[in-house]
């Protein structure tokens, strides 16, 4: 049931009641005022024998003389204190002692009382009134039929006013109720739906209280999709994130936790497991759970290193006011290894640096403190301007490597043919070529065209062709062939007929500084970047690139370059 006809009930209860009360109370009480008129017509009657009675010296027997003065219906009875019936105008027969009836005991009481019943005599239900007279008592009675009845019944004016008084009011509790009903009603659907049909309330305080929830309500769905959002990207961070994490509410239940975490904990731990609270029963974790138990003492941060499986791990410890936490693990295995390696580069930097820089300084020394003849002192000039392009060269290829690592983005792209890139570099290599007899078939369409950085590409021939002049040999024959294409890419080999390297090396060839034959290759010059560099500038160009021995001496690089 609707609360308008729930409120439209209770008022037309409350009010069918108070009417109900208030008609029940005018009957009775005009009843009351009839049948008191009644009796004061009766009185007159029993006051008109008592009269004629006075006036015959109080003799009773003339009596019956004074029912003759009476209306034919009505009753007259004389009645002595005893109760005895002295005359009856109906019955003419001695009757019962009447000292009992209600009418002769109330007015021995009061002077005068009235009942309404059956008579014991005849049967004949009667409207009684008697009143005492010193010596007797004279009863009236008149038939209590049709006419008293309609005459002593209410009448019926008042209760077609208070039926249309009714329906009127009820019409307008129907309207009250609706009003307000329509404002309950545009209350519960803004607090289940945060919105109603129109902004239109009643002016009353219901439509003020209204107002003020929608207002409240539109903020608060505006606040409700802000955080909603933001969340989503918070949850997006962490899944995404490169750190392991878990969040735990105070009593160490698990709210939410990303992938990484899992991992990284399974990692650590010696058995498989995917829940993430095994952190506070693992030995491993003992730190943490110490200092989770006693963080009230202390700060709400903690940070401990874990070693397990060869791997390196930070955990870090966040407690929060509501005394949850979050548990964050980083893998720190690849900074460490980064760390060695920055390490090693530096001193593999400085050792190749070193090598040049002494043998300049050996030579301009031996120059500056001897006095040599003119040959020999442009002999360890020539050998000391050698080292500086070595060192240049060095230097050069250091500073691509490092564009290439940090700024990727700077190298400006365009379509380059490969054909005409690849006989550029052999115009810029014939002397070399021919001085150690090298022959080249390079075999690529002329129509090959890809996007790509010039300079990158053209450093990926030429120090792999450079590669070759240094290290494999004389009488080779180099071989540049594309074997396959597909959407996406061309399939290169790059191969020569050289002196080729040990098979354990094949590995490293694209290390930086890597020299296969540390002796051999620096005196044959070379920065030990070249490799490094063409397999950077091959990434670049959204490829890999492999390296083997080729059946019957020699190497082979096989490469992908994107279109």
């Not at 209860?13 to 049948?35: D, M, N, P, Y």
């Not at 007929?497 to 098979?503: F, I, S, Y």
């Not at 296969?516 to 959204?542: M, P, Y």
Request: charged share 25%.
């Amino acid at each position: 049931m609707k609360y308008k006809h729930r409120l439209f009930l209770y008022f037309f209860l409350i009010f069918a009641l108070f009417s109900a009360g208030i008609l029940l109370f005018e009957r009775v009480q005009e009843k009351k005022f009839k049948t008191e008129a009644l009796e004061e017509k009766l009185d007159a009657y029993t006051r008109v024998a008592d009269a004629f009675i006075s006036a015959n010296g109080g003799d009773t027997d003339v009596s019956r003389h004074v029912s003759a003065l009476f209306p034919a219906n009505m009753r007259f009875t004389l009645i002595d204190n005893a109760g005895n019936v002295l005359f009856d105008n109906v019955l003419q027969q001695k009757t019962e002692n009447h000292a009992n009836r209600p009418e002769i005991q109330t007015a021995s009481t009061d002077g005068a009382g009235s009942d309404i019943r059956v008579s014991a005599s005849n049967n004949i239900e009667y409207l009684y009134y008697a009143r005492h007279f010193g010596t007797y008592y004279v009863r009236v009675a008149l038939p209590y039929n049709i006419q008293i009845k309609h005459f002593l019944q209410a009448d019926n004016f008042f209760l077609y006013f208070l039926l249309t008084l009714f329906a009127a009011i009820l019409l307008l509790i129907n309207y009250v109720s609706g009003r307000f009903g329509k404002s309950i009603k545009q209350l519960l659907d803004l607090i289940e739906n945060g919105e109603i049909e129109n902004d239109k309330f009643p002016n009353d305080e219901t439509g003020e209280i209204a107002a003020k929830i929608l207002a409240n309500f539109r903020q608060l769905k505006t606040n409700k999709k802000e955080i909603a959002t933001e969340r989503e990207k918070l949850l997006q961070h962490v899944h995404s994130s490169e750190e392991g994490l878990c969040f735990y509410a105070a009593d160490h239940q698990v709210q939410f936790y990303n992938g990484l975490f899992i991992q990284y904990l399974n990692t650590i731990e010696d058995e498989p497991n995917s829940d993430p609270s095994a952190v506070f029963a693992d030995a491993a974790f003992d730190k943490v759970t110490a200092f989770l138990t006693a963080h009230a003492q202390s700060e709400n941060y903690f940070e401990t290193q874990i070693t397990r499986q060869g791997k390196h791990f930070a955990l870090r410890v966040n407690i929060f006011e509501d005394n949850s936490f979050e548990i964050i693990i980083n893998d720190t295995t690849g900074q460490a290894k980064n760390r060695l390696l920055k390490q090693e580069m530096t001193g593999n930097i400085t050792h190749e640096l070193r090598t040049p820089v002494t043998g300049i300084r050996g030579y301009l020394e031996t120059v500056l403190n001897n006095s040599l003849d003119p040959e020999k002192e442009r002999y360890f000039l020539q050998r000391a301007y050698r080292q500086t392009l070595s060192l240049s060269e060095l230097i050069s290829d250091m500073g691509l490597l490092a564009k290439l690592d940090a700024a990727p983005r700077s190298f400006v792209v365009e379509n380059i043919n490969l054909a005409q890139l690849l006989s550029e570099l052999r115009a810029d290599l014939q002397i070399p070529l021919h001085e150690k007899n090298i022959t080249t078939d390079w075999n690529v369409d002329e129509n090959i065209t890809l996007r790509g950085n010039r300079n990158l590409l053209y450093s990926v021939f030429r120090n792999l062709t450079d590669n070759v002049i240094r290290y494999a040999g004389e009488n080779t024959r180099i071989s540049i062939r594309k074997y396959n294409e597909d959407e996406h890419f061309y399939y290169f080999s790059y191969s020569d007929t050289g002196a080729g390297v040990p098979e354990e090396h094949l590995n490293r060839l694209f290390e930086r500084f890597y020299r296969a034959d540390e002796g051999r290759t620096r005196e044959s010059g070379g920065s030990g970047l070249g490799l490094s560099i063409v397999k950077n500038a091959v990434a670049f160009h959204k490829g890999t690139i492999v390296a083997k021995n080729r059946v019957g001496g020699g190497l082979e690089f096989l490469f992908t370059l994107g279109k």
